[in-house]
């Protein structure tokens, strides 16, 4: 089961995150999913996930790549650490486009129930790497 769950989590970091296919998302994304780390007052259903890498991160960063540095499964959860990296190419959260390579750490657990997306939670590095942008 262990590695049944830690592909359904690489199959979503390259083909949801990295490739932006929603067919994918669909396919490994439950109806009643929860995103733990959705920000405070926003949505934490499947829909916050996508909103987060289709109109936050894939439109401000080309050539974006999702590089999986560990996974760790235990029980249902699978803890994953990774890198999303790219080339600042459009407005990310405010701050315009910079030309500059960026790579966001990104430490997620996601639960995965019947080879779908149950739960998520997550930290990253996105706010060091929006205060590193907004310096000339």
Request: glycine share 8%; net charge neutral.
């Amino acid at each position: 089961m262990s590695a049944k769950n830690k592909e359904v989590v690489r199959r979503f970091n390259i083909e949801v995150i990295q490739n932006g296919n929603e067919g994918e998302f669909r396919a490994l994304m439950r109806p009643d999913f929860i995103n733990h780390a959705a920000p405070e007052g926003m949505p934490n259903g499947p829909e916050s996930m996508w909103n987060t890498f289709q109109t936050v991160l894939r439109p401000a960063l080309s050539d974006l790549t999702v590089t999986i540095h560990d996974q760790v499964a235990e029980g249902d959860k699978i803890t994953t650490r990774k890198t999303i990296s790219g080339v600042h190419t459009g407005t990310l959260l405010g701050v315009p486009a910079t030309g500059r390579e960026i790579a966001i750490s990104v430490i997620d657990i996601v639960r995965v129930q019947d080879g779908r997306y149950a739960e998520h939670w997550g930290l990253n590095t996105l706010s060091n790497v929006l205060a590193k942008l907004s310096k000339p």
